[in-house]
């Protein structure tokens, strides 16, 4: 049992994951994500991706079914199995610790702290999974082993990670590292376990192919990385997950939408609309610039909805029309604005539309 300063030690430490406890949903809102397919990379909860590479088809989806001391996790379904592993295949969740915030671990140097990680996962199918740390270039990776002992039960793995002490590590808004769970792996992504390889080595050599039934699925929650090596205990895992609205605004910094947090993005819903009189530039109309709720980790790639029909254009509010062409120019890490075009438009009218800012590593 941990001793009362341990505790307090844990309770104080910064937990390097953002969103950990899988409570924050902005792209998806607990509906399921469906159609993961080759390279078709997707979250399920914020900062939480899910990879395939190969023929493996996967969902994912934020559920109430949680570890002890949570409310929600992330659980990732087969829907299409691989029976037969190609080198180059894979599947994975992920998560990545901005380099800012990765910075104090003093990666790549002889300095370099060791790194505790804690979480808790859930599978039918027992056996011996694969996790790893790897770096923004790829180029350095250690993996581990982590076991199912049981179908369909809540197990909290723990780990210690030494500091690499050689390789590239990124300490500004790069990720600073990657965190991988791997439901299956190639051999062109497997090495030795518990060591720092210079490869692209997510996995362990023999790892279990976690995706060979449509029966399969992996469940995650309640993750932690910390610095230090002294591992975090199952009972104050819940302490290092900041409260909902702190890792709102975190996890804001790399996915922001206009619409309520509750409703998925989507043209034609009607919701979520940003709306101003515009004004004319050289025939086309422009509208105010937007600005962000939360700064953003590097400038965003824009995706425009428009609210009142199907397409990703401006509408023509006064107008009633749909603009013939949309352009997003986006004003570094601090907002955006956006011009359109159309024969019936004219000054001053009333242009609308949703949005989503998305700055993903």
């Not at 515009?278 to 105010?288: D, F, I, K, M, Y």
């Not at 107008?319 to 004219?346: K, L, Q």
Request: net charge neutral; charged share 15%; proline share 4%.
């Amino acid at each position: 049992m941990a001793t009362i300063q341990e505790q307090m030690a844990w309770a104080r430490a910064p937990n390097l994951v953002i969103n950990g406890g899988m409570e924050v949903s902005q792209e998806s809102v607990a509906t399921l994500v469906t159609g993961i397919t080759n390279n078709n990379l997707r979250f399920g909860v914020d900062m939480f991706g899910v990879l395939v590479v190969g023929s493996a088809v996967l969902s994912a989806q934020q559920v109430a079914d949680a570890p002890p001391g949570f409310s929600k996790s992330l659980k990732v379904s087969v829907t299409t199995a691989d029976t037969v592993i190609a080198a180059t295949d894979k599947a994975l969740i992920y998560t990545a610790v901005e380099g800012y915030r990765a910075q104090r671990l003093l990666l790549g140097s002889a300095s370099a702290n060791a790194m505790a990680l804690a979480f808790s996962v859930k599978a039918n199918r027992p056996g011996n999974y694969s996790a790893s740390v790897e770096n923004w270039d790829v180029n350095r990776a250690y993996p581990f082993t982590w076991t199912i002992n049981s179908a369909g039960v809540w197990e909290y793995k723990q780990i210690v990670i030494p500091g690499d002490i050689a390789g590239t590590w990124q300490t500004n808004n790069n990720a600073g590292l990657y965190i991988n769970w791997v439901m299956m792996a190639g051999t062109n992504f497997t090495g030795t376990a518990n060591q720092w390889n210079a490869a692209r080595t997510e996995a362990v050599t023999g790892t279990i192919n976690g995706v060979a039934a449509t029966s399969d699925y992996l469940q995650i929650g309640g993750v932690s990385l910390i610095v230090g090596n002294t591992p975090v205990s199952q009972a104050i895992a819940p302490q290092l997950v900041r409260p909902f609205n702190e890792e709102m605004r975190f996890s804001q910094r790399y996915f922001e939408k206009s619409f309520a947090y509750a409703e998925v993005p989507a043209s034609n819903s009607g919701t979520g609309e940003y709306s101003a009189p515009a004004v004319t530039t050289g025939g086309t109309q422009r509208l105010p610039m937007v600005r962000f709720n939360t700064r953003k980790a590097s400038p965003p790639a824009m995706t425009i909805y428009n609210p009142r029909a199907s397409g990703n254009q401006v509408r023509n509010i006064t107008g009633n029309s749909t603009c013939t062409g949309t352009a997003v120019t986006v004003e570094g890490e601090d907002g955006f604005y956006v011009e359109c075009s159309g024969s019936s438009n004219t000054a001053g009218d009333r242009l609308a539309f949703a949005w989503t800012a998305d700055s993903r590593m």
